[in-house]
């Protein structure tokens, strides 16, 4: 703070920790997560589900469906592949379609990544000239997940081997799989020339080639059981409500503290200034 800084005004602050608090990031939304109007118009709503053991949620919104902006034909084709794609994760919806109906892709799915936090975080806001402190718990950052086009596309392939077996290579080799070795090829024997004596010795080599793929498959396997532990868990239905919800509401206010007494500090600012990391 410089010397010609005055002081604008100072604000009381009030801190509460009523909530497990989560900051939910949409980057690639440019308006608020809210239903088409053709989707409310036929009584659709946004729900939500969550894997607490991973830490990943889902939010569903319903797709618009309007001729101008919608082609059914493709839904149909997409729905198929999402069906087959939660078949294949164990995650498909017990009773969401009926006996016989055609799949058809109905909503966009909004797949979560948490965000580690460095530090810890708050969420301020100004109300009243007091200012309300709530811890933030976890941050998730929420983006399209299409899945199901890798369905298609591995259909796509396989309908393309079928027809030219000849230019199908198969999959990319496997790190866990030994490396073949070809087997020495036979050399003529050449006419037995005048004898000499020659002089050898062993060296212990390290294999550059072989560590890194030790290293890709130790990261591979890794990766494989966290996808199947991620795949493994099941899901549990959330109840999703927008801001003009009661709900909605009754959570907003519990962001302030109610309580109106005035906390001590026994610490002075050469300790805070202590305490922070990097200073």
């Not at 950052?141 to 198969?170: E, H």
Request: proline share 8%; glycine share 6%; net charge negative.
């Amino acid at each position: 703070m410089n010397e010609e800084d005055q002081v604008v005004s100072s604000l009381p602050i009030h801190y509460s920790n009523r909530l497990p608090l989560q900051i939910h990031q949409f980057p690639l939304l440019s308006r608020p997560l809210q239903i088409p109007p053709s989707a409310a118009a036929s009584g659709k709503r946004i729900s939500a589900r969550i894997k607490p053991g991973v830490r990943r949620l889902e939010v569903h919104v319903p797709a618009d469906t309007r001729p101008d902006v919608w082609n059914s034909e493709r839904g149909k084709e997409y729905g198929a592949g999402q069906r087959e794609d939660d078949r294949e994760k164990n995650q498909e919806r017990k009773g969401k379609e009926r006996a016989g109906e055609e799949p058809r892709l109905t909503d966009v799915r909004l797949r979560s990544e948490e965000i580690p936090i460095q530090g810890v975080q708050m969420l301020g806001i100004v109300r009243d000239g007091e200012l309300h402190l709530h811890p933030v718990s976890q941050i998730h950052q929420f983006r399209p997940t299409l899945t199901y086009l890798d369905i298609l596309s591995r259909k796509t392939k396989r309908r393309g081997a079928d027809s030219d077996s000849d230019s199908d290579n198969g999959p990319p080799p496997d790190p866990d799989d030994p490396v073949p070795v070809a087997a020495p090829k036979k050399k003529e024997k050449k006419a037995a020339g005048p004898s000499r004596e020659v002089h050898a010795s062993a060296k212990k080599a390290v294999d550059d080639q072989t560590g890194n793929l030790a290293q890709l498959s130790t990261v591979r396997r890794e990766m494989l059981a966290a996808i199947r532990t991620e795949e493994d868990e099941s899901w549990e239905d959330l109840g999703y409500f927008d801001v003009t919800t009661l709900e909605a509401e009754e959570a907003f206010e519990k962001l302030f503290s109610q309580n109106s007494e005035e906390l001590d500090c026994k610490s002075d600012i050469t300790q805070f200034l202590k305490d922070i990391r990097g200073l």
